[in-house]
């Protein structure tokens, strides 16, 4: 195996209901824990994107809504199958057909649509709008608004953090970030080698929401203060331009995360992982491990010796 470290590394992830999703460009793995504690792992290659059907979508400002979309859909592809690990094989846990699952995730969906709409944007305008009555013009109110997203943003992450199961997700999400930092800085994945690193990564969903709150503020206000249901459908359709931008500054700053300006583009997103991410046991950070080690085995054409190799290097640093 080469141990020089690439300068960047083409790895994501996401944390799931006991386990973690790895993602490579071309494949990506599962690996959760049954209630039982046994680790079951899935493997698949990943559909044709849609930037994959459509290449001349793969330009800078184009290319970042078309994969936040395709990320979104294997994000809630892979939690579907974490779901479905702990409901068949929790005996106390009643199995329901598939059109109610899709019914629920649907509904699920929906509602939490429906619930950031309200938060994100009626909420901070209601809120706000009194202010004209004490003199203030549409920007200053506008930048308030912003304000009030981004404190809303923290206080529902800080809160939902609380509750027992969302605190073991962030744990996996920690648990992630590890892995992918051991193999981004040291070459190398293994539970010892993510247990020395940090929790938090530049590269983080957290980062990019909390970025795309941030560049809104400015490009929000100087758009003016029309009604609201002018002003709403606006900022909606602007969104994606939004979220395209800051797709294209996290992965500048990715490339280049030990550059002065990029630290200082990060730093607002990593300081948010704080609330997003728990510190992981072992036995997380093994999941973690063991589901980038499969990934990068696909990816990469490991021969079977090194894949084996990989494995036991794995389990001698499970303690």
Known sequence: MNAQRPAYWRYGGQAVIEGVMMRSPCYFVIACRKPDGEMIVHAEPIEKTI??????????????????????????????FSSQ???????????????????AIGASALGGFAIGLFLFFVLPTLLTDWLAREGWGSVARNMVDGGLRIAIFLLYVGLIGLMPDIRRVFQYHGAEHKAINALEEEGVVSVEAARRQTRLHPRCGTSFVLLVLILSIFVFAFLGRPPAYIRIPMHLALLPLIASVTYEIIRLAGMFKSGFLARVLLAPGLWTQYLTTREPTDDQIEVAVVALQKVRELEEGLTPAESVALEASAAGNTS
């Not at 330009?59 to 892979?78: H, N, T, V």
């Not at 690990?85 to 109610?100: R, T």
């Open 51 to 80: 930037l994959g059907k459509l290449q001349f979508l793969n330009r800078p400002l184009l290319r970042g809504i078309f994969m936040l979309i395709d990320a979104l859909a294997l994000g809630i592809k892979s939690l579907h």
């Open 85 to 103: 690990v702990q409901i068949q094989h929790d005996p106390e846990i009643k199995p329901v057909s598939k059109p109610v699952q899709d019914i």
